[in-house]
Nanobody
Framework: DVQLVESGGGSVQPGGSLRLSCVAS????????MTWFRQAPGKEREGVAA????????YYADSVKGRFSMSQDRAKNTVYLQMENLESGDTALYYC???????????????????????WGQGTQVTVS
């Protein structure tokens, strides 16, 4: 099985920045997609950023567009989430997720849907206050 390990969370003031990292235990990057999700207490899990690992195309939820940027380093089996101009509403546990090899790559309309993903990390907490 694939293991995903997130890091980089912390506490920042509004307007601050953080960079999250997610390292995969094996190469899930071949012709696949990976996504960052977040979940705040009492709220549903929300997909915030995704990347098609082949071409490197990225997609973002409207709530973070223009503030968050996702990237990858395939040599390190790592994806990143650079978060700028953080707001209190960004406070959540952030997870990265990957697909199993048998999955078809979802269209961009579904790429932020949690049902498309099979492997999840433990999460890293981001607190903005």
């Amino acid at each position: 099985d694939v293991q995903l390990v997130e890091s980089g969370g912390g506490s920042v003031q509004p307007g601050g920045s953080l960079r999250l990292s997610c390292v995969a235990s094996s190469d899930v990057f071949i012709n696949s997609c990976m996504t960052w999700f977040r979940q705040a207490p009492g709220k549903e899990r929300e997909g915030v950023a995704a990347i098609y690992t082949g071409p490197g195309n990225t997609y973002y939820a409207d709530s973070v567009k223009g503030r968050f940027s996702m990237s990858q380093d395939r040599a390190k089996n790592t994806v990143y989430l650079q978060m700028e101009n953080l707001e209190s509403g960004d406070t959540a546990l952030y997870y990265c997720a990957a697909q199993a090899a048998f999955r078809a790559i979802p269209p961009k309309t579904d790429i932020l849907d949690a049902l498309e993903y099979d492997y999840w990390g433990q999460g890293t907490q981001v607190t903005v206050s």
